[in-house]
């Protein structure tokens, strides 16, 4: 069978299509249709992005599909950048340029003070999911987190946007330095998977 996952981002594809392959479940993304219009992602909460982005794909194409909407909150910052995570360098950031600006609005709070600790700040990966099946109309949602803290030293060629920035102190390396498996094991996406999946076999064991 397929999935398709409301996605544009590479990285989450890299993940979904890691954790649904043992399913046989071969993952479609955003880039195998890509005449869609773009979901406007203007909700206050995850879970609401989630929604619109699964909705609004599942009505274009008449099929189910999954969303989701993360992001890392930042203690010092507030939590933020929060769901502003992909855009907080700008429009059209890329993944280096939120790094860049992370690492700068942390460092300037602390007024070039140097405590020479890489740890700037604890912070936390957010994942929103929602399955929308359109035959039903029934939405299927699961949220998931992990607590790390912003290293100023970044590390790591794996995985894809804050990851290098994440320090796991429980593995002494940060997120990019995982392979997909132990990131998916501990991850706020690998959670809300396991969870996502626990509620879809609940609601079908009827
Ligand atoms: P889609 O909306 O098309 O799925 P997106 O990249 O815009 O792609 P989001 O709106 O959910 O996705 O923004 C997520 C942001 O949070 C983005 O900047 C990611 O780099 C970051 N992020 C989410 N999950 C992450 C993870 O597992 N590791 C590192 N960064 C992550």
Avoid at 69 to 86: E, I, K, Q, T
Wanted: charged share 25%.
């Amino acid at each position: 069978g397929i999935l398709i996952v409301a996605t544009k981002n590479a990285g989450k594809v890299k993940e979904f299509q890691h954790a649904f392959a043992p399913l046989g479940l071969e993952v479609k993304s955003m880039f195998d249709y890509p005449n869609l219009p773009d979901v406007v992602e203007d909700g206050v909460t995850f879970a609401e992005n989630a929604r619109k982005k699964s909705v609004q794909v599942s009505k274009a194409l008449g099929l189910p599909v999954l969303a989701d909407d993360s992001g890392l909150c930042v203690d010092a910052l507030n939590s933020r950048p929060g769901v502003y995570s992909a855009r907080y360098g700008g429009p059209g950031a890329t993944d280096e340029d939120n790094n860049l600006k992370l690492l700068a609005e942390l460092e300037e709070q602390k007024q070039g003070e140097d405590t020479g600790q890489p740890l700037l700040s604890t912070a936390r990966f957010v994942c929103a999911l929602s399955l929308y099946d359109p035959f039903s109309d029934k939405e299927y949602t699961a949220e998931g987190a992990v607590e790390g803290w912003i290293t100023s030293e970044p590390a790591g060629g794996g995985g894809f946007g804050y990851d290098p920035l994440f320090y796991l102190p429980d593995f002494g390396k940060t997120m990019a330095e995982l392979t997909v498996s132990e990131k998916q094991a501990i991850s706020h996406r690998g959670q809300a998977l396991r969870l996502l999946t626990e509620r879809l076999a609940e609601a079908t064991e009827g």
